[in-house]
């Protein structure tokens, strides 16, 4: 597996590559969830590119930045042992040389939801992912549906600005207790840890959303949105400093 630090190094590899070309991106902390990303974008390609970058610019909260998870030594043997060819490992002059004085919005989608309670995060995420998009031209680029929000918006993006890449979504992965998989699992406490699945059981009782709320917050959840987006239930909620989401197939009429 090669490890490409430089923009120009990742672009002459690509160039050399004949075949389809899959991409992953990510922030690194791997778990089980990027882990299938990847084993599926093996399966469907010659080869398999993934990037671990903590991208700064997505951050609402400096301090949320600053506690980010930094796993890289045990992240490159997982994607080596996974089969990957390359991992490009970029740092912040490189990817943003304008200082992030040019930057890639929506106005209409991004604004809700996470985007409420979050500003500015969707305009990084989008920054990010045209740049690396545009730096590794895949064929195909792979995103999991945990955050359904971002996949409809990178959906979005590839459409509004002709981007030849098919955006592949990929199921949430979970913990055998049903807690969706995240990075930010390894900051919950002990007693944090045994809460969190609460989330995801909840979603999926048949009750009104208003019982939804009022049970996450009897359980010690801050709520910050609990809302329908076409034919998924969408929620955040944090315990202490961590920020957890989630979501779950959501029918009119059936409860929800």
Not at 41 to 67: E, G, K, M, R, Y
Not at 94 to 116: H, I, N, T, V
Not at 187 to 194: E, G, H, N
Request: overall charge negative; hydrophobic content about 40%.
């Amino acid at each position: 597996m090669q490890r490409l630090t430089q923009i120009t190094d990742v672009q002459t590899y690509r160039q050399a590559l004949a075949g389809s070309v899959g991409f992953v991106p990510t922030m690194g902390a791997l778990h089980e969830g990027h882990a299938s990303l990847v084993r599926q974008s093996v399966n469907d390609n010659s080869h398999t590119l993934v990037s671990i970058f903590v991208n700064p610019t997505q951050f609402d909260q400096s301090t949320d930045l600053a506690a980010y998870p930094n796993t890289l030594e045990t992240d490159l043997n997982t994607l080596e042992m996974l089969g990957v060819d390359a991992v490009f490992l970029p740092d912040f002059n490189s990817m943003y040389p304008d200082d992030y004085a040019y930057q890639l919005s929506e106005d209409r989608l991004s604004r809700k939801y996470c985007g409420a309670h979050r500003p500015g995060h969707f305009d990084g995420v989008l920054s990010v992912v045209m740049k690396l998009f545009n730096i590794t031209q895949p064929d195909k680029a792979y995103f999991g549906e945990k955050d359904h929000q971002q996949l409809t918006l990178i959906k979005g993006l590839v459409e509004a600005f002709f981007v030849p890449v098919e955006v592949v979504s990929c199921p949430i992965v979970r913990e055998p207790d049903g807690l969706a998989m995240s990075s930010r699992n390894l900051r919950l406490s002990a007693a944090q840890r045994k809460l969190a699945p609460m989330l995801y059981q909840v979603l999926s009782q048949a009750t009104s959303l208003t019982a939804k709320h009022q049970r996450l917050e009897k359980l010690g959840f801050d709520v910050d949105y609990l809302e329908v987006m076409g034919n998924r239930l969408l929620a955040a909620a944090s315990l202490g400093e961590i920020r957890l989401i989630d979501n779950v197939p959501y029918q009119p009429g059936g409860g929800a």
